[in-house]
Nanobody, 125 residues
Framework: QVQLVESGGGLVQAGDSLRLSCAAS????????MGWFRQAPGKEREFVAA????????YYADSVKGRFTISRDNAKNTVYLQMNGLNPEDTAVYYC??????????????????WGKGTLVTVSS
């Protein structure tokens, strides 16, 4: 049974920073790649970032590269998304996800296997 619970969303102003957390209930958390996706109102879900099981590799969508940082703490079964320089286009529900068996870049195309319920990030101008 895999459970993912996101937290840290909220209302911020353009230019602000926010850190999302995802607590994972996975027996073998350190064997899973983890990722963040988002879905803006009226749009399809899109890939944001992914991190390898050990944390040594990361992969980002071009739209967030240089502003967002994904990290993980395997001792705490937690993955983070540090978001800097937020703008209104970043407004979305952010979802944590987990998967095994693919390259990180593949998750941007095919998605992942397990999903949280999401946390809302709203960026005002």
């Amino acid at each position: 049974q895999v459970q993912l619970v996101e937290s840290g969303g909220g209302l911020v102003q353009a230019g602000d920073s926010l850190r999302l957390s995802c607590a994972a209930s996975i027996r073998t958390f350190s064997s899973y790649a983890m990722g963040w996706f988002r879905q803006a109102p009226g749009k399809e879900r899109e890939f944001v970032a992914a991190i390898s099981w050990g944390g040594g590799s990361t992969y980002y969508a071009d739209s967030v590269k240089g502003r967002f940082t994904i990290s993980r703490d395997n001792a705490k079964n937690t993955v983070y998304l540090q978001m800097n320089g937020l703008n209104p286009e970043d407004t979305a529900v952010y979802y944590c996800a987990a998967a095994r068996g693919r390259k990180l870049s593949d998750y941007a195309i095919y998605g992942m296997d397990y999903w949280g319920k999401g946390t809302l990030v709203t960026v005002s101008s």
